[in-house]
């Protein structure tokens, strides 16, 4: 299989204005691997990136969020570029990184979305170019990358749960972010059995050795820090229940989770691969 990526320029964004939303309708009939912005913008006047594939928004990073995915992979950062990613390059196999693909069909409506803030001192209007490393067309949609949020209440000092992440038979985590500096031990049980438990500082080392960079007040779980998907990413079916307890050194209203995961939304055609 020749996978002919390369990089494409897409048309102007209409909208663009500070306090304002630039959009874009994106054309259907290519995979689309990675967006990049490049602009005139730091990573907080960019308030929301947001990707709306038939009528649900699969994409709602910020621009500090994007920063901190480079970060995290150990990718190189260059100031007023950002990256959208759908392909993770960061993978050691190709069928994890075509799968990560946002694939799309005839008949698809996607809009992509930028939310702008203030302007800053010396800036008359904002700039924005967004290219796209695209591949060929695949046939068929089998996999849905998504990068959204989800949040948990935190109000106590030690133990706090979050039961309700957005689960599926076919729906896999590949990392999710829990972002607050409170949190000190994340476990996860499922169906009441352990499947994951480590402090902060043990997980992070870990994620160290495997080249990835931890984020300071952040805690990342991370089941596809090796490299591979396939049998790595963590799946989110249960029977009873799927509990993150988080431990925490203080209490917070609040804790934003940022979840990258991807979704088989043709079981049927992902058991013949």
Do not use: W
């Not at 989800?150 to 999710?176: C, E, K, T, W």
């Amino acid at each position: 299989m020749t996978i002919h990526a390369r990089i494409k320029k897409m048309t102007s964004m209409s909208g663009l204005t500070f306090d304002g939303v630039a959009s874009l309708i994106i054309p259907t009939g290519l995979t689309y691997e990675s967006f990049h912005i490049k602009t005139n913008l730091t990573a907080e006047q960019i308030k929301e990136v947001k990707i709306t594939l038939n009528d649900e928004a699969i994409y709602t990073p910020t621009g500090k969020d994007l920063r901190m995915l480079q970060e995290y992979k150990g990718e190189p950062m260059l100031d007023g570029v950002f990256v959208v990613p759908f392909s993770d390059t960061s993978l050691r196999e190709q069928g994890g990184i075509v799968n990560s693909a946002l694939v799309t069909e005839r008949g698809d409506s996607i809009l992509l979305e930028i939310s702008i803030g203030n302007a800053t001192e010396g800036q008359t209007v904002p700039q924005i170019d967004i290219y796209a490393v695209v591949s060929d067309a695949q046939a068929t949609r089998i996999f849905l990358p998504r990068l959204t949020y989800q949040s948990m209440q935190a109000g106590a000092i030690g133990d706090n749960d979050f039961d309700n992440l957005v689960s599926a038979p076919y729906r896999f985590v590949r990392r999710m972010f829990f972002k607050s500096d409170a949190v000190a031990e994340l476990e996860i049980k499922r169906d009441y059995v352990e499947e994951f438990k480590a402090p902060k500082d043990v997980n992070d080392y870990e994620q160290r050795r495997n080249n990835r960079a931890p984020i300071d007040g952040v805690y990342t779980f991370d089941p596809i820090q090796r490299g591979f998907v396939a049998g790595y990413a963590f799946p989110t079916l249960h029977a009873n229940e799927l509990k993150f307890r988080v431990k925490c050194t203080k209490g917070t209203p609040n804790i934003p989770i940022l979840v990258e995961s991807t979704e088989v939304v043709r079981p049927d055609l992902f058991a013949k691969k």
